[in-house]
């Protein structure tokens, strides 16, 4: 598996900047969810073998992310909702492309921490597909405490 760098911001102009950002607009569907920990170098499905979601950029800049683990089921108590969480990530905000790079401005979010901040994510564009990486950083939803870093696919919706 190839996993881009992170770490290292390519360098930019606001040609190839205006040419992903072409290339993202539209709406995407989840194809995985994986998870490295920086710890162990240990890979997990962290949304399960199945996961579901979608991703939409807008022309005027906006992104919309609802990811969704699988087996997901209505909650009957409190610790239902709890667990629910732990396979969750949404999110909606500004971008901005610097390079390979998105960068959203997050407006709203599952996680209230994420409210205010900004989120970078690598993104590979081929065809059809979309292979996105974040950088190393400690996730509210699994590996408490732990770094990790997410590699998610994803495929133009059709």
């Known amino acids: 598996m190839t996993i881009p760098s992170v770490t290292v911001q390519t360098p930019h102009d606001s040609a190839q900047d205006e ?3 072409q290339q993202l607009i539209g709406t995407w569907d989840l194809v995985s969810y994986e998870v490295e920990e920086k710890e162990t170098g240990a890979f997990f499905n962290a949304m399960g073998p199945s996961p579901r979601g979608r991703v939409i950029f807008t022309e005027d800049g906006w992104v919309a992310f609802n990811l969704e683990g699988s087996h997901r089921y209505a909650a009957t108590g409190k610790s239902d909702y ?3 969480m732990k396979t ?3 999110y909606i905000g500004r971008y901005r492309v610097e390079g390979n790079q998105w960068i959203t401005e997050v407006h709203t979010a599952w996680a209230p921490e994420w409210v205010g901040t900004e989120q970078r994510r690598t ?6 597909c979309a292979e996105v990486t974040t950088p190393w950083r400690k996730m509210p939803n699994w590996l408490q405490g732990k770094l990790s870093r997410s ?3 994803f495929q133009r919706a059709s």
């Open 151 to 153: 590699i998610i696919r």
């Open 19 to 21: 040419a992903l950002r």
């Open 82 to 84: 709890a667990d629910l």
């Open 88 to 90: 969750l990530v949404a």
């Open 123 to 128: 993104v590979i564009v081929r065809d059809n």
